[in-house]
């Protein structure tokens, strides 16, 4: 699997364009970023008519499309201890639903751990035809 290679910046993130074409990567990273991280910060991802949400959602008729990014908000409004990580695990899986609902994926899981204060690992694996995708990211967690 391949996708556009995207690197996190302070105010959002960058992707590169060389020789003409999009620099690529091997894997699902992006995707998988995207779906946490890609819709707007102070949606919660939780209720169908928020109006919070990523406008790039309004004119989109397919759900699997849509942006809510339920563990972007958490990461933002709760709390950085111990006991929230099955929330974390819990939104994350709700950001990825799209992969199992449309097939693309036969199981994705995660699990959260906090290495540092202020801090959490998620440690995502996602099956595709028998061979698993390992991604992981290492965020901040901070209430704003």
Known sequence: MTDVALRQTDDGGE?????????????LKTAV??????????DSGLRV???????????????????RSETQFLLR????????????ENAIA???AWMLDTKLATFVGAIATMPAKDTV??????EIDGRVFPVD????????
């Open 49 to 67: 008519d928020d109006s919070a949400q990523w406008w790039g959602n309004l004119g989109e008729t397919l759900a699997e499309r849509r942006y």
């Open 33 to 42: 970023y995207l779906s946490l991280f890609g819709g707007n910060e102070s």
């Open 15 to 27: 992707i590169e364009f060389v020789n003409g074409a999009f620099v690529m990567s091997d894997g």
């Open 137 to 144: 990211f290492t965020e901040s967690w901070s209430i704003q």
């Open 121 to 126: 690992k998620m440690a995502i694996r996602i």
């Open 77 to 88: 409004s709760i709390p950085p201890i111990p006991a929230n990580l099955r929330r974390i």
């Open 94 to 96: 709700a950001d990825l």
